[in-house]
Each structure stands twice: as structure tokens, then as C-alpha cells.
């Protein structure tokens, strides 16, 4: 490794850039209402918009997972940077619903280079340990950045400020990752296994990856659903949207810092299984609760969601080794293809629901809770399905290790 890498401005500047990934979740999540009304947006092209987030993320980190020991992490942070800033200044001067369209897929394109640069950067500048820690501190920050987002969202909002100035929040942290970056030295890439390209592929066929990898595209949108849309089916409930997804996103944040002792005890299919319990009772919470009570949802969910992403991810490299790094990325890709395949049909969902409770007489406050309940009972449905495969796969896999400690490599 290259002494004169400057470690820790490195280190540094991919905590803001994964920060600016978690903003443009969750300020994008806050000013929905905003743009629907700005632009005359329906729910569902608002799905649309959500899921070029989602599409533009699996495209690049795949991408740049495969090219990154030729193409570079400095490159593709570079790629990131062009990409973000462009992104993040169609959608503030976005003159309607295509140009949404195209900033929000550059967004997310953004977001995976980060993504496909910065996890292998990180272990190219630590070994050991000290890699695990580095790499835990630096997830941290997908989860911390939404919870920081939602507030800075929900404030702007309390004191009149439009979706524009909330967007231009999101720049801070783009611009700091570009100044921690610039001129600094990159490590060298390390050479790649010993393994090849076919025996990961070949790895990929066995049935425990088929059935992880189909399980990925349920606990993704199970995660990023109600989430993504909390401000419109969560607006007339009675409590703070954007204060909702930030209690989640804590609890996630906290929930991650024990992964490793959690999976100890109960093992990777317990914790899955005993996460997909508590998300399906935590969106069925919110389907029916209202005031006060809508926070306890939030903990519920949170604590349902927090482990889904690092112990799917840790049950390929525990249980698919041979599919190596490609297999993780590959696995992470389809759970944020399918949220993105998700978005447009959730929007339907509400606009559905709208029209069906319109029909019934309602109106107002009392129409949006409704819609958005009957929205989040459809969405619980994906957790649900869960608990049934993931009771299967408990069966599967009991008489297997299961209960190795998950690397928190991913967030």
C-alpha cells in the first residue's frame, strides 16, 4: 500500500459521501408531497421517480465492482461527484416530471459508485481488525445519515422552507467528499482472489444463493418501502413523517453496532426470521395506529429492518464463500433493482386506494389516513411473505453454522 495515502482524509470523505447517499433518501422521502403538488404529480409517477434512485444504485455499484481494480476508486468517486451534482441540480431546477426522471437515476448512479469505490477502498487502506472497525464506522453512516436527513428535512419544513433549499442541503455533503478527495493520493488496488470469474458465477447456481438472492428482493423493499413513502402514507396519521423515519433510522443505526453478538446468538436465520416477525407486525402497526402511538411503530420496524441488509449479505460470504465479491455485489444489486421495480407499484397502491376511498365519501385528513393505511396493510404483505420463506430456510439450514459472526462490510 502506498504510504502517502492520506488515510483518513480518505476514510473521511467516503463518510460524506455515503452521508450524501443517506440524504438523498431521506430528504427526497420528505419532499415528496412537494413535488407532487409543485408538478402535479400523481402517486405513481412519483413511484416512478423513487425507483430511478433505486435503478441508477444496483447499475453502478455492479458496474464499478467489476471495473474497479482497472477503472480505480479515484475515478469512480470522480464519476460519483459529476454524477451527484448534476443529479442534485436538475431536480432543484427541474422544470417537470422527465426531468425528475433523469436527476434522480443520476443520483442514484451516484450513490452506487460510492458504493462499488469506497468498500474496497477501505479495505485496500486497513487489513485485520482494524478493516472490520473501519468498515462498521463507515456504514454507520447510511442509517445516521438518514436520521440526520429526516431532521434537517423536518426542521426546513417547520420554518416554510420549499423542497429546493431542502434539496440544496444534499450539496454540503457532496462538496465535502470532493474537497477530502481532491489532490490526495489513492491506494493501490489489491490484485483480485485467486478465485475466477466461473467458479463465482458457478457458485451463484447453488440452490442457497437462488434463494437468498430471491429473499434479497423482499427484505430490500421490505426496508426501503414505507420508508421511501412515509411522508405521504404517514402525513395525516398524527404524527411527524420525517420524525418517524428518523426514529427508524436510529434504531437501525444502534441495532448495527451489535450485529456481530446478535447473529452469535441466534444464529443468521434466527435473526432473519425473527427480523421479518417484528417489520410484518411493525407495517401492520402502522396500517392501524395513529398520534403517539405510530412511534412505537417506528421501533418495532426499526428494529425488524436494522439487520436484514448486513446478514443477507453476511449469509452469502458465510454461506456462498466461492461466489466471492461478486456474489455480495450482485445480491445487493437485486435488492435495490427490485425496490425499484417496486416504487411505481406502490404509487398505484395509493392512488388506488385515493380513488376507492374518494368513492366512499371521504375526504380530507380522513381520506390521506385512509389511503395510507390501506397502502402500508398492501406493503405489509412483503415482510409477511418473508416470515414463511425464512422459516423454511431455518429448517434448511439448522444443522448448519449459522451462527458466525456477519462482517458489517455493507450497511
Same mark, same amino acid.
Request: overall charge neutral; proline content about 4%; some cysteine.
Given at each position: 500500500?502506498?504510504?502517502?495515502?492520506?488515510?483518513?482524509?480518505? /476514510?473521511?470523505?467516503?463518510?460524506?459521501?455515503?452521508?450524501?447517499?443517506?440524504?438523498?433518501?431521506?430528504?427526497?422521502?420528505?419532499?415528496?408531497?412537494?413535488?407532487?403538488e409543485? /408538478?402535479?404529480?400523481?402517486?405513481?409517477?412519483?413511484?416512478?421517480?423513487?425507483?430511478?434512485?433505486?435503478?441508477?444504485?444496483?447499475?453502478?455499484?455492479?458496474?464499478?465492482?467489476?471495473?474497479? *481494480?482497472?477503472?480505480?476508486?479515484?475515478?469512480?468517486?470522480?464519476?460519483?461527484?459529476?454524477? *451527484?451534482?448534476?443529479?442534485?441540480?436538475?431536480t432543484?431546477?427541474?422544470?417537470?416530471?422527465?426531468?425528475?426522471?433523469?436527476?434522480?437515476?443520476?443520483?442514484?448512479?451516484?450513490?452506487?459508485?460510492?458504493e462499488?469505490?469506497?468498500?474496497?477502498m477501505?479495505?485496500?487502506?486497513?487489513?485485520?481488525?482494524k478493516?472490520?472497525?473501519?468498515?462498521?464506522?463507515?456504514?454507520?453512516? +447510511?442509517?445516521?445519515?438518514?436520521?440526520?436527513?429526516?431532521?434537517?428535512?423536518?426542521?426546513?419544513?417547520?420554518?416554510?422552507?420549499?423542497?429546493?433549499?431542502?434539496?440544496?442541503?444534499?450539496?454540503?455533503?457532496?462538496?465535502?467528499?470532493?474537497?477530502? +478527495?481532491?489532490?490526495? =493520493?489513492?491506494?493501490? =488496488?489489491?490484485?483480485?482472489?485467486?478465485?475466477?470469474?466461473?467458479?463465482?458465477?458457478?457458485?451463484?447456481?447453488?440452490?442457497?444463493?437462488?434463494?437468498?438472492?430471491?429473499?434479497?428482493?423482499? =427484505?430490500?423493499?421490505?426496508?426501503?418501502?414505507?420508508?421511501?413513502?412515509?411522508?405521504?402514507?404517514?402525513?395525516s396519521?398524527?404524527?411527524?413523517?420525517?420524525?418517524? &423515519?428518523?426514529?427508524?433510522?436510529?434504531?437501525?443505526?444502534?441495532?448495527?453496532?451489535?450485529?456481530?453478538?446478535?447473529?452469535?446468538?441466534?444464529?443468521?436465520?434466527?435473526?432473519?426470521?425473527?427480523?421479518?416477525?417484528?417489520?410484518?407486525?411493525?407495517?401492520?402497526?402502522?396500517?392501524?395506529?395513529?398520534?403517539?402511538?405510530?412511534?412505537?411503530?417506528?421501533?418495532?420496524?426499526?428494529?425488524?429492518?436494522?439487520?436484514f441488509?448486513?446478514?443477507?449479505?453476511g449469509?452469502?460470504?458465510?454461506?456462498?464463500?466461492?461466489?466471492?465479491? &461478486?456474489?455480495?455485489?450482485?445480491? %445487493?444489486?437485486?435488492g435495490?433493482?427490485?425496490?425499484?421495480?417496486?416504487? #411505481?407499484?406502490?404509487?398505484?397502491?395509493?392512488?388506488?386506494?385515493?380513488?376507492?376511498?374518494?368513492?366512499?365519501?371521504?375526504?380530507?385528513?380522513?381520506?390521506? &389516513?385512509?389511503? %395510507?393505511?390501506?397502502?402500508?396493510?398492501?406493503?405489509?404483505?412483503? #415482510?409477511?411473505?418473508?416470515?414463511?420463506?425464512?422459516?423454511?430456510?431455518?429448517?434448511?439450514?439448522?444443522?448448519?453454522k449459522?451462527?458466525?459472526?456477519?462482517?458489517?462490510?455493507? *450497511?
Amino acid at each position: 500500500m502506498n504510504e502517502n495515502v492520506n488515510k483518513s482524509a480518505l /476514510f473521511n470523505g467516503s463518510c460524506f459521501a455515503l452521508i450524501t447517499t443517506a440524504f438523498t433518501f431521506s430528504i427526497r422521502a420528505g419532499i415528496l408531497p412537494q413535488l407532487a403538488e409543485s /408538478f402535479g404529480l400523481t402517486a405513481e409517477q412519483l413511484g416512478f421517480i423513487n425507483s430511478m434512485w433505486f435503478l441508477g444504485f444496483p447499475i453502478a455499484m455492479i458496474i464499478g465492482g467489476l471495473v474497479y *481494480h482497472t477503472f480505480g476508486p479515484k475515478n469512480i468517486m470522480m464519476v460519483a461527484f459529476v454524477c *451527484h451534482t448534476i443529479g442534485i441540480l436538475l431536480t432543484i431546477f427541474a422544470g417537470g416530471y422527465s426531468t425528475l426522471l433523469i436527476s434522480t437515476l443520476l443520483i442514484g448512479i451516484g450513490n452506487g459508485c460510492t458504493e462499488a469505490a469506497c468498500n474496497p477502498m477501505i479495505a485496500d487502506m486497513y487489513s485485520g481488525n482494524k478493516m472490520q472497525s473501519m468498515l462498521g464506522r463507515f456504514h454507520m453512516w +447510511f442509517p445516521g445519515g438518514i436520521l440526520v436527513g429526516s431532521l434537517i428535512s423536518y426542521a426546513m419544513k417547520a420554518q416554510g422552507f420549499g423542497w429546493e433549499a431542502q434539496m440544496w442541503v444534499t450539496m454540503i455533503p457532496t462538496v465535502a467528499y470532493f474537497i477530502l +478527495f481532491f489532490g490526495k =493520493t489513492f491506494p493501490k =488496488t489489491q490484485v483480485a482472489g485467486a478465485i475466477s470469474l466461473s467458479e463465482n458465477f458457478k457458485a451463484m447456481l447453488s440452490p442457497v444463493y437462488i434463494f437468498l438472492f430471491c429473499c434479497m428482493a423482499l =427484505t430490500a423493499i421490505s426496508e426501503f418501502g414505507p420508508g421511501q413513502w412515509v411522508s405521504i402514507v404517514l402525513g395525516s396519521s398524527g404524527a411527524k413523517p420525517m420524525l418517524i &423515519l428518523a426514529l427508524t433510522a436510529g434504531v437501525a443505526a444502534v441495532g448495527r453496532i451489535f450485529t456481530g453478538p446478535v447473529v452469535e446468538t441466534l444464529g443468521q436465520t434466527g435473526v432473519l426470521l425473527a427480523g421479518a416477525v417484528l417489520a410484518t407486525i411493525g407495517v401492520y402497526m402502522f396500517s392501524v395506529v395513529t398520534g403517539p402511538m405510530a412511534y412505537v411503530a417506528a421501533v418495532v420496524f426499526g428494529l425488524g429492518i436494522c439487520y436484514f441488509w448486513p446478514v443477507m449479505i453476511g449469509s452469502i460470504a458465510h454461506r456462498v464463500p466461492r461466489s466471492s465479491a &461478486l456474489g455480495m455485489s450482485i445480491v %445487493g444489486g437485486i435488492g435495490m433493482f427490485s425496490t425499484a421495480i417496486f416504487q #411505481p407499484i406502490i404509487g398505484g397502491w395509493i392512488d388506488s386506494a385515493r380513488a376507492d376511498n374518494t368513492a366512499k365519501g371521504l375526504s380530507g385528513t380522513a381520506l390521506e &389516513l385512509a389511503t %395510507g393505511q390501506q397502502a402500508l396493510l398492501n406493503m405489509m404483505f412483503f #415482510p409477511a411473505i418473508l416470515v414463511v420463506l425464512f422459516i423454511i430456510f431455518f429448517v434448511w439450514q439448522k444443522n448448519s453454522k449459522s451462527t458466525e459472526a456477519v462482517q458489517l462490510a455493507v *450497511h
